[in-house]
């Protein structure tokens, strides 16, 4: 769990980092016809969304969580979104509700690796260029402390406006843009998503050991629980053998 937390909030920095230049670049294009088709919006008639879950249980409520926070956003689109899945947990959750996915992964967090997720940036970037779908979406657990994880819905595709991040800066760049955005946009999709690999996999150590811990002790409140109430019983069971006997030598006593 502790290797995880320092490997999501290591990385963090350069997550942000990254999200915050290519919105820099972005507004710098010289030619509107060269924009990248990453980059280019459009009106959204289907979006993707990809969900990140475990592949195990016993992590509390972490999983509900996170799939109601994907349910809610899917309910809400006009036509038929796809869904991608991460995880085992969230590929029996939708399969189990009919739901045909387009892609799913599972075992990604064994060792939660950059070039796992290469496969997944390329079925996104694919699907987005193609134009079978219009937005990209993730849908994944923040890690906020060992006690808190936040179900955080955040648009991949298309790159979100700079103004979401700050002013633009003002600054020369060579050898162009264009060049460097065709070079940096499918590192940004990658890193993003193993950004939201990351944390979600510090969310799953973190609510699992909470969650074994507060099963620990309710175990052991029970079995304390459970040996009072024996104990009592023995108690119970012991004096009223000893009244038997008591009882039974007085009245032997008696007929002599």
């Known amino acids: 769990m502790r290797r995880a937390q320092q490997r999501v909030l290591a990385s963090r920095p350069y997550s942000d980092a990254a999200r915050t230049m290519l919105g820099e670049l972005s507004q710098q294009r010289t030619d509107p016809a060269t924009v990248h088709p990453l980059l280019r919006p459009r009106p959204e008639r289907r979006a993707a969304y990809v969900v ?6 016993l992590a509390g409520a972490l999983n509900g969580n996170v799939l109601r926070r994907a349910t ?13 899945t991460v995880g085992r947990k969230g590929q029996d959750f939708f399969t189990r509700r009919g739901r045909r996915l387009a892609a799913t992964f599972t075992g990604l967090a064994e060792r939660a690796d950059y070039q796992d997720v290469i496969p997944l940036a ?27 994880q936040q179900p955080t819905v955040m648009r991949l595709l298309p790159v979100a406006p700079l103004e979401e991040y ?5 600054f020369i760049i ?17 890193v993003q998503l193993y950004q939201a690999l990351l944390e979600s996999v510090a969310s799953e150590h973190s ?12 175990a052991q409140d029970l079995v304390q629980e459970l040996t009072l109430t024996y104990n009592k019983a023995r108690q119970a069971a012991i ?18």
């Open 207 to 218: 609510a699992r050991m909470v969650a074994m811990r507060n099963a620990t002790e309710n």
């Open 239 to 256: 004096t009223k053998e000893i009244s038997e006997i008591s009882g039974a030598a007085e009245a032997l006593a008696a007929t002599r």
């Open 122 to 148: 390329r079925v996104i970037m694919d699907a987005y260029v193609s134009e079978s779908v219009d937005a990209v979406r993730i849908v994944y657990p923040r890690f906020i402390s060992t006690l808190s």
């Open 72 to 84: 809610e956003d899917i309910l809400i689109q006009e036509a038929e979104p796809e869904v991608i």
């Open 52 to 57: 990140f879950t475990s592949d195990r249980g």
């Open 166 to 170: 700050g002013t633009a800066l003002e």
């Open 174 to 190: 060579e050898p162009s843009p264009e060049e460097i955005l065709a070079a940096l946009l499918p590192r940004y999709v990658e």
